[in-house]
Every structure is written in C-alpha cells, then in structure tokens.
C-alpha cells in the first residue's frame, strides 16, 4: 500500500479533522485538551457503532489499535491505516516497531515518547492546529533542507557516506557512528548531518544542542539528486511525490533510496556500494575514461 493518503474524520456536530499522512508512521505530539485523545475516540468510535454517527472518508480502511488482539492484527491485516492512543503501551518495545515495520500498514501515532525502535521522520511530527470545529495537523520542526560549511561536521554516516562529505569538506567531517549518538557532538560552529527519514526519535536532542543541522531524506537520496541521475524517470517522481512511491512494506525512505540506487548502477562503473563510496559520485565525468548510461558533463554535486 502507497504511504500518502488523505483522511476526513466528522461527526454529526460537525467536528472535523483534516488529516494528510505522507509516510508509514505519523506521529502527533502535543498538550493536553488540544485535540489528540477526540481523534482517536472518534476512529475508535467509528469502528464500534455505526449508531456513532461518525463518518471516515479515505481511500483505505482507519481504524483504532487496541492492546486487544493488536498482535493478531499486524500479522494478519493489510492496506490499513492505524491510529494508536497514549495509553497504548506496546507502541514503546522492540515488539511492536518489529511487526508494524514487517505489516504492509501505516501508522498515526499519539505520543510523547521518542519511539528510537522505529525509524521515522523528523518531517511527519505535527501537532494539532485548531480553528473551532475544525482541525489539521501541523509540523512542529522546520525544514533542515540546506548544507553550510562549518569550522567542524559530524554526519551519522560512516563509510560511503563519510567519504562523501570528506572529499567535499576535507577532515573537518568526522563520523558520530549512527544517529543515536549525533547529538553528543554538538556544539558552536558545527553541523550536524543525518538521514532525516529516521531520525524523528532524536531530532529534539540536536535542536537543544543549538547546533546546525543538515537533515536530508538519507544520503543515498541525496546521491539520487546528483545530476548524473537527472534523466531518470524513477528518480524524478520519486523526487516529486515520495509518498507514492514508496510502499508500506519497503519501511523507510533510507532502505527505498538504497535498493533503488543500487539496482540501478547495477553492473555500470558507477556502481554504488554503502561500504566504499564509488569514485563517480564525487569526481567529474568520466573519472574513469569510460562512458556509461549515467555520462554527464552537468554532474551536480550538492
């Protein structure tokens, strides 16, 4: 099932909540009273009585988790779109991140906890913004789109991805060994680097760390919008609309862009590889003095 959809929660007094989802896990923070507890009671609601009075419109199936049988439902249940309360406990263990992240469903989280076991974008954090009857969603955290040179730069990528940012920016860019650790080199004058699509669970540490930060979708992503792959219709929807390309069993945006940068330099002499990083993504063409399927004398490196 494709990870965008639109949904419209009302009920006979006309309460509405407006709600798009782009990815496989929603999450909605925020106070109390602030509308998060009737969302989920209205879905709830929805699916127990249909003298409830509530009316659902989306293109697939949203319904309430509970503690209940959950287990049951994501081995089972498919092309759905679950939305979870506070008071649901699993959503914080191993357990659970194991079998949403296998279920081809997606996920609309009411939390206040971080949820490290489950990769999701620091981009799908909202909170809900109200005007009377009516409710969306809107993100807490701002874009962390652009790259600045810093006096220091620490990126969660190790190997190719460090080698990148290294052949750009010389040893000023060292390597915090994965996301968890990121916010632990912050300080002034540094920036910190990191895949963006999974690192939802830590993105207020490193705002409190008052450093920059450069947050794109991952780095093979950013590797995909390298001009070499300007011509390639894949890339350019997937550019475009993300949220319709990926689909709710591929997990992640990082695991999507890896597989699809991978089998397409399959067998061409700018073969990606996460462990060494390829000559070609860093020099200009041809590196090689050879011609491939992605030759161009415009390569971008950003």
């Known amino acids: 099932m494709e990870t965008q959809h639109d949904i419209l929660v009302q009920n006979k007094r006309d309460i509405q909540f407006k709600i798009t989802i782009n990815r496989k896990f929603t999450l909605i923070r925020g106070d109390s009273a602030t509308g998060k507890s009737t969302l989920f009671q209205m879905v709830s609601d929805a699916g127990t009585s249909a003298q409830a009075g509530i009316n659902i419109a989306c293109d697939v199936p949203v319904v309430a988790l509970h503690e209940t049988g959950y287990k049951y439902e994501l081995s089972n249940e498919n092309g759905k779109i679950y939305i979870i309360d506070e008071d649901f406990s699993p959503v914080k263990t191993k357990e659970f991140a194991v079998l ?11 939390t206040r906890e971080s949820l490290p076991s489950i990769p999701y974008s620091y981009k799908e954090i909202y909170k809900i913004k109200t005007s009377g009857k009516y409710h969306s969603l809107e993100r807490i955290y701002m874009d962390y789109d652009t790259i600045t040179e810093m006096d220091k730069m620490v990126t ?111 067998n061409t002499s700018a073969q990606y590889s996460k462990s060494k990083l390829n000559d070609c993504y860093i020099k200009p063409c041809c590196c090689k003095g050879t011609m491939c399927d992605f030759y161009t004398r415009n390569k971008t490196i950003e």
């Open 100 to 110: 949403a992240l296998k279920s081809d469903n997606c996920f609309i989280i009411i």
């Open 156 to 266: 969660e990528d190790e190997d190719s991805g460090l080698a990148y940012y290294q052949a750009l920016y010389g040893d000023k860019v060292t390597t915090s060994h994965g996301n968890s650790n990121l916010s632990k080199y912050g300080a002034q004058n540094t920036l910190l680097i990191g895949d963006g699509c999974a690192i939802g669970a830590y993105i207020q540490d490193l705002v409190l760390t008052g450093s920059a930060l450069y947050l794109p979708e991952s780095f093979e992503w950013k590797l995909l919008k390298n001009g070499m792959f300007a011509k390639c219709e894949k890339v350019k929807e997937l550019v475009a609309n993300p949220g319709k390309m990926i689909e709710a069993t591929q997990i992640s945006m990082e695991r999507y862009c890896t597989n699809l940068l991978i089998n397409m330099t399959a």
